[in-house]
């Protein structure tokens, strides 16, 4: 009875700090975010990507920890459309509500896969990927943009399909969160990287959250390693010449001076060189 116990204790650690290393953006993950100001809102496009290997010492009581390690994060595919689920949109609302009032989801789309895989008696490798969609209003005030809804931490229990894609059981009641998690990024906007390209007139705010995880559990039974590297990357585009704050991004208009000036007279002098040559060879024939 101890020793199951502790099996089952040890695969409960195991599972908090698998889960504790894969939230929705702690992954390798590519998030964009595409601003509007002239409608006022904020088109989120998200993918991640998270690989975790799982190595145990080659023991009966290690070997059953990855057993149950295993079934805990199951092989799963789900995808949904919820933009026409009020309850779920509700829930939603009400996460991105909590940081910025203004804020409304209009659109919403999840998909999920999950796969988990023995390599061998002693390694197990889970692989999750997941896609969000979402298109939100009321994200300008002024015209200055509030972005504080940025790293949103959906805490609530979604469910595809009947399948809790957020909740991961432990057993006897006990759940775990951590799927739809974007907490990595309420890093101030100011100290985000920007680039701005005058050519297409857009600003680019961009941050990565990368870590590298790597955990150690010894036991009487023997050892386990948790590997995880990940390299989150998210992006907030803007048409314009914009800067950030805090947590808004404000549009300003574009330097007179400066590399950005440079380049933009350059490109005129190119163009206006090109005109007068090719208009000087038509009328020299």
């Not at 894969?22 to 390798?28: E, I, L, N």
């Not at 200055?144 to 609530?156: I, L, Q, V």
């Not at 585009?237 to 590399?259: C, K, M, Q």
Request: charged share 10%; proline share 3%; no cysteine.
């Amino acid at each position: 009875m101890y020793r199951r116990r502790l099996v089952l204790a040890t695969a409960a650690v195991v599972a908090l700090v698998i889960l504790g290393a894969m939230p929705f953006t702690s992954s390798a993950a590519s998030v964009q975010v595409s601003l509007n100001p002239k409608s006022g809102t904020a088109t989120v496009d998200a993918f991640s990507n998270t690989t975790i290997s799982v190595q145990v010492s080659n023991t009966s009581i290690m070997r059953e920890i990855l057993n149950i390690t295993q079934g805990i994060f199951p092989d799963l595919s789900v995808a949904a459309n919820l933009s026409g689920n009020a309850h779920l949109m509700a829930m939603f609302n009400s996460t991105l509500e909590s940081l910025d009032s203004n804020v409304s989801l209009k659109y919403l789309s999840v998909s999920f896969n999950q796969v988990s895989r023995r390599v061998n008696n002693t390694y197990l490798v889970i692989n999750r990927t997941s896609e969000l969609s979402m298109l939100l209003t009321g994200v300008y005030t002024n015209g200055t943009a509030n972005m504080t809804w940025r790293a949103f931490n959906f805490r609530d229990n979604l469910s595809l399909h009947g399948v809790s894609v957020t909740n991961i059981s432990l057993g006897s009641g006990n759940y775990v969160n951590g799927t739809l998690n974007f907490s990595a990024f309420s890093v101030a906007l100011a100290r985000w990287n920007r680039t701005y390209n005058p050519s297409t007139n857009t600003t680019t705010f961009f941050y990565s959250a990368g870590r590298t995880l790597d955990v150690n559990i010894t036991l009487d039974g023997g050892g386990m390693r948790i590997s995880v590297v990940s390299d989150p990357q998210y992006s907030i585009v803007t048409p314009g010449y914009a800067v950030a704050n805090s947590n808004t991004i404000v549009l300003e208009r574009p330097p007179t001076t400066g590399p950005y000036y440079i380049v933009a007279v350059i490109v005129v002098l190119i163009v206006v060189g090109a005109a007068l040559y090719f208009s000087r060879r038509r009328y020299l024939r």
